[in-house]
């Protein structure tokens, strides 16, 4: 008899060292030395990057296997034993969860479990409950809080937009040092797949974004639309250290998935990330820091936005809102703090109408075309070239010339959040055919990638 599992991980890295990735790539390894058929790529599923306890992306992950019934018990207790040694345990705020659930297909009640995961805040308890209901195996380390994020990427089959994202490891022996891959042959690749792969540099800053910073065992990690697509990425790079292991992810990465359309300001609950339209009522000005904040109404309520300095190019478009304008924000709502209000931390923004704005300039001189000016209060105006005067000029009203423009702004990729949507992915969003759900050779160890 066969079985279909499908194992849920969460919560096993913490600021300072490990990551659940990691684990599951681990993991990958040791199920394929089982006997076991993976049914898809192994599932990188970021959650709320809200939520106020995240390490660092609030990833979760799901490995869906079909093994022979006989192995179930020893690959749950592998998978156990994986995270028990690789979960950094001791830091406080780590609560690993695992989660295994049976079935071949998944419950359209732990889909709907993880859409909230991915948009909102939600309770340790209701996880449980949807543990009981379908009969899952569940490990909760600690006060077992990874159970949520566990449950959730079990519940995410991503059949609509996903993204791919190939992730090489360090060996042991590297791990804490700087990184070395070579960066011109970054930015070649990056040329060389545009349009097909996305956030691998920062153009405006000349940097590079594939590898992160930190203790942590990921080399690099090459985000893209195909699982093609990243191995050919990954094979263009001039690596100058070991790779360990490497394993394509499928995931929600650059999807928008997190975020959640509201009707008027007055929903925009703290720790959401919301998308709402509204109309300027205080212009935007600059605090301390360089970030610019403006208020946002509507019929409702009003709320502060937040464009932050790392935004860049970005932040001064958002300067150049006036009253009136009509804008679509997209953001995380931070509850009010040391004294400010609610705000919401804007990701995007759409400029839907800009109000047409006037003012008022002196007249022009009837005789040589040039600007001529007051001569006092009702006393008419006199040209600064030729002298004229005029005493019932009056003076003009003028169109400001805007230099914003009616369409989606978005910050530099150095400053997206897991979830956002690139520009490069706007019009190429993707659902999954199930015929192309079996993954062909998704990872390896060293550095040599095998070949399909
Ligand atoms: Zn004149």
Redesign the pocket.
Known sequence: MESFLHIGIDDTDSTKQGCTTYVAALLVEKICGMNAVFLDYPHLIRLNPNVPWKTRGNGALCLRVKIDEDLKESLVEEVMETVEENADLDAPGTEPGIVVYAGQEIPPALTKFARRTITRIVRRDEAIRLIQRFQCEAIGFKGGRGLIGALAAIGEPLFRDHTYELIAYRSQKNRGTLRRVDDTSVFKMNVKTRGLTFSNVDDAKRRILITPRGPDPVLLGIRGETSDVVKKAFGMLKVLEAVERWVVFRTNQGTDAHLCNIDSISQASPNCTVVVTGSIINKPKTIPGRHVIFTLGDEGGHIDCAAYEPTGKFKNEVRKLMNGDVVEVYGGVRRPSNGNPTTINLEKMRVIKLASKTMLRNPV??????S?ESMGRGQGFR??????RDRNAEKRVVPIKRTLSERLYIPPPRAHRHLTKPESRYSHEKSLERKSLFPKHFWGLGKRLTRN
């Open positions: 001189c009837q005789s040589c075309g040039k001529m040209c600064k070239k030729c002298g004229r």
